[in-house]
């Protein structure tokens, strides 16, 4: 079976040859991409513990590209292709805070163009949450292209910023102040308890 790692190990060995005239600049974004999703991976591997695999596939082919990694219990990055590291799912499972209990879904794609851009990601488990949408839009800093307070996305980040950041979105990160569901947020200033008693309702249905 041809990983995404071996067939970067293959294409290293074919450096010395001439590429055709032909390759597009598209082609090219797209390897320098993966080159980085390697390394990114094998990151979250060596710095978010309790490491698992669920792949369904032998870990001799899977390699360390393609293993789970937790997040101190409540982060779970799966990837269901070994092949296409460019896309890959987040289960955020808090452990504390007004979201506890729930697990939460997210949709993760990195572009051709990354790290120059940030990767795309959508929450497809429906939440009443001040800075992520019912219909899964999300408000995270760093995944803003452009950002006025220096803040957003920089090629200096790396797919660990962003399991973190989304980790973040239920505990440190979790702003009222400045909503994207101005709804929710509202919601929250007027009558905290039944703001958790929304929640807690939407776990029940959604999040489970």
Known sequence: MLTLASKLKRD??????????????STRRVSVRDRLLVKEVAELEANLPYLLTTLGLPLRHTQTVCRLAQQAGTCKVHFPDPNKLHCFQLTVTPDEGYYQGGKFQFETEVPDAYNMVPPKVKC??????????????????????????????????????????????????LNF????????????????EDFRNKVEDYIKHYAR
């Open 12 to 25: 290293d060995g074919l450096k010395g040859s001439r590429p055709p005239a032909a390759a597009s600049d």
């Open 177 to 192: 102040d400045d909503p994207l569901n101005i709804e929710a947020a509202e919601h929250h200033l007027r009558d905290k």
């Open 124 to 173: 497809l488990t429906r939440i009443w949450h001040p800075n992520i949408t019912e219909t899964g839009e999300i408000c995270l800093s760093l995944l803003r292209e452009h950002s006025i307070d220096g803040t957003g996305w920089a090629p200096t980040r790396t797919l660990k910023d962003v399991v973190w950041g989304l980790n973040s979105l239920f505990t440190d990160l």
